[in-house]
């Protein structure tokens, strides 16, 4: 049996994997995509306590790197239902979505939050073919073209300073006129000559027939209607949590997200949860770290 089972590998499940490992015990993640998370198409991390600069794929494997060295295994399945072990034993049943089952002392949910998505028509059939979530990935694809960004935090802002070093055109098209992200972010933004900023408006519709060719946005305020030719559109428009497999053990917020405190503690004693699919005020990789830490060593302690 398992002692800690975490599902996720990224900054707040390999963190966890760090600690459980170092406290003696035996952790085992499961990452349904690629270890390091989200975090790992961020060119550039500058803000994490020191390390001056780093990229995200390089701060990912190094964690990577660092739990597996001290005995963390990491297995690509993706979780879908945690279940308590039947009769008088203790633990728990994390059963993956290609129907391999895993027994585990103790549980500690770090699935993240996923890109959420604009919900418009061509969307999911665009996907690939002008619609990305990731500059990073995608972007030396519309080298010398005209793109969009669509959002307001930091995420848009990063997506826009890096599309604007390959492409002819970028537009960030955000429904308010203020941004969320850091003003670092906006401020270097502003100083670039090929980003135009498309304020207080949605994304209504994509045009195309094979591809995106336009995206039709709507002024919030005089309500007109405007076609902007790209032949991108990278969606940044925040995350959402992907936890509805585990609300037999975990009370979940309504907007999806474990509900938990700074304890990282669940409803379910043996249960815990860490990093940004929990309910919290920030989502940094400070925090998922932290929560990582805390939550390893509670399940550690829970075990005894």
């Not at 408006?201 to 919030?220: H, P, Y």
């Amino acid at each position: 049996m398992i002692d800690v089972l975490i599902i996720g590998a990224g900054p707040a499940g390999l963190s966890a994997a760090i600690y459980v490992e170092r406290a003696g015990k035996h952790a085992v993640c499961l990452e349904e995509k690629m270890v390091g998370g989200q975090i790992v198409n961020t060119p550039e991390i500058a803000n994490y306590p020191g390390i001056k600069k780093t990229s995200g794929f390089e701060f990912s494997m190094g964690l990577y790197e660092q739990a597996t060295e001290l005995g963390a295994e990491v297995e690509y399945e993706r979780a879908a239902k945690i279940e308590k072990l039947a009769g008088d034993e203790e633990g728990f049943k994390v059963i993956a979505e290609s129907g391999k089952e895993y027994e585990a002392r103790t549980v500690i949910i770090a699935t993240g939050a996923k890109n959420r998505h604009l919900g418009i028509d061509k969307e999911e059939e665009f996907t690939g073919r002008g619609i990305s979530y990731c500059a990073t990935c995608d972007g030396a694809f519309y080298k010398k073209k005209d793109v969009a960004v669509n959002g307001g935090g930091n995420t848009a802002l990063e997506d826009a300073l890096f599309l604007s070093n390959y492409c002819n055109k970028v537009y960030i098209i955000h429904r308010r006129d203020e941004f969320r992200g850091e003003p670092k972010n906006l401020e270097a933004v502003k100083k670039k000559e090929n980003v135009e900023f498309v304020l207080n408006s949605t994304v209504i519709d994509l045009k195309g027939e094979k591809s995106v060719e336009a995206v039709t946005v709507k002024d919030k305020i005089t309500g007109e209607e405007k076609d902007i030719p790209v032949s991108g559109l990278f969606i940044a428009i925040g995350q959402e949590p992907d936890n509805k497999g585990f609300m037999d053990v975990a009370d979940l917020d309504p907007a999806g997200y474990v509900a938990a405190d700074e304890s990282c503690t669940t409803k379910t004693p043996g249960i815990f949860v860490a990093g940004d699919c929990r309910t919290k005020a920030v989502r940094q990789l400070t925090t998922a770290a932290s929560d990582g830490a805390v939550a390893a060593l509670a399940a550690c302690a829970y075990i005894g």
